[in-house]
């Protein structure tokens, strides 16, 4: 909880930097288009190897909004403000099975589905033009959840439940994208979500589509 707190304050300090006008520089002479976002995807586990080896590609959507602010640096702009990002990712009951049981037939598995939700403050550099490459980071909140999943024997109709778990800690995101089209747009992007949980580092690899819309 600590985490959160400290990526929360240090959240609103890079907002207050962005939005501060200093007189003798001529960084920040006036403030850009709001910008609202939608997407959706496919997500794939990366790391640790419990969630790579078990639990299949699966989908993921995601919405933000930021404020764009119009720097005179070169062809650069940079907006900062916030997104919420969703995956959810399948088990992989034969692979699971196999491995960790050493069991080929005769069972089955139900539940145990992963979901991976995060609530970032963000910051997007972009590169104007026709269409816009862009680069942005983000840190906040990281929730890592494993439903409850239930282990059947399909001769003997016994079954043995495998508990969930779920953790709240600190996550951050990288990513980089392209987006094209003014008022309304669209954008590609790939992402990188870092978790720290208490037992390892969940590291996840979403691509995504999605539509923007900026005003003034």
Same mark, same amino acid.
């Given at each position: 909880?600590?985490?959160?707190?400290?990526?929360?304050?240090?959240?609103?300090?890079?907002?207050?930097?962005?939005?501060?006008?200093?007189? &003798? $520089?001529?960084?920040?002479?006036?403030? +850009?288009? =709001?910008?609202? %976002?939608?997407?959706? *995807? /496919?997500?794939?586990?990366?790391?640790?190897?419990?969630?790579?080896?078990?639990?299949?590609?699966?989908?993921?959507?995601?919405?933000?909004?930021?404020?764009?602010?119009?720097?005179?640096?070169?062809?650069?702009?940079?907006?900062?403000?916030?997104?919420?990002?969703?995956?959810?990712?399948?088990?992989?009951?034969?692979?699971?099975?196999?491995?960790?049981?050493?069991?080929?037939?005769?069972?089955?598995?139900?539940?145990?589905?992963?979901?991976?939700?995060?609530?970032? &403050? $963000?910051?997007?550099?972009?590169?104007? +033009?026709? =269409?816009?490459? %862009?680069?942005?980071? *983000? /840190?906040?909140?990281?929730?890592?959840?494993?439903?409850?999943?239930?282990?059947?024997?399909?001769?003997?109709?016994?079954?043995?439940?495998?508990?969930?778990?779920?953790?709240?800690?600190?996550?951050?995101?990288?990513?980089?994208?392209?987006?094209?089209?003014?008022?309304?747009?669209?954008?590609?992007?790939?992402?990188?979500?870092?978790?720290?949980?208490?037992?390892?580092?969940?590291?996840?690899?979403?691509?995504?589509?999605?539509?923007?819309?900026?005003?003034?």
């Amino acid at each position: 909880m600590k985490k959160i707190i400290y990526a929360i304050i240090l959240g609103v300090a890079l907002v207050n930097v962005c939005y501060s006008r200093d007189e &003798g $520089t001529n960084l920040a002479e006036r403030i +850009g288009p =709001i910008e609202v %976002y939608g997407d959706i *995807g /496919l997500s794939s586990a990366l790391s640790p190897e419990a969630l790579k080896d078990y639990r299949r590609t699966g989908f993921n959507f995601g919405i933000g909004a930021g404020k764009g602010m119009n720097m005179n640096v070169g062809k650069f702009d940079i907006s900062v403000g916030g997104r919420i990002d969703y995956s959810s990712l399948d088990f992989y009951v034969d692979e699971f099975l196999r491995k960790e049981k050493g069991i080929e037939e005769g069972y089955s598995i139900t539940g145990g589905e992963t979901s991976i939700l995060t609530l970032l &403050g $963000t910051a997007k550099v972009i590169l104007s +033009g026709i =269409i816009s490459p %862009y680069f942005y980071g *983000g /840190l906040g909140f990281f929730r890592f959840s494993i439903k409850d999943a239930t282990m059947y024997d399909l001769i003997s109709y016994e079954n043995e439940p495998i508990p969930g778990s779920s953790e709240n800690t600190f996550g951050i995101s990288l990513g980089a994208g392209v987006e094209a089209g003014t008022p309304f747009g669209l954008f590609a992007e790939g992402q990188y979500i870092i978790g720290f949980t208490e037992s390892s580092t969940q590291l996840l690899f979403p691509i995504k589509l999605g539509v923007i819309y900026k005003w003034e």
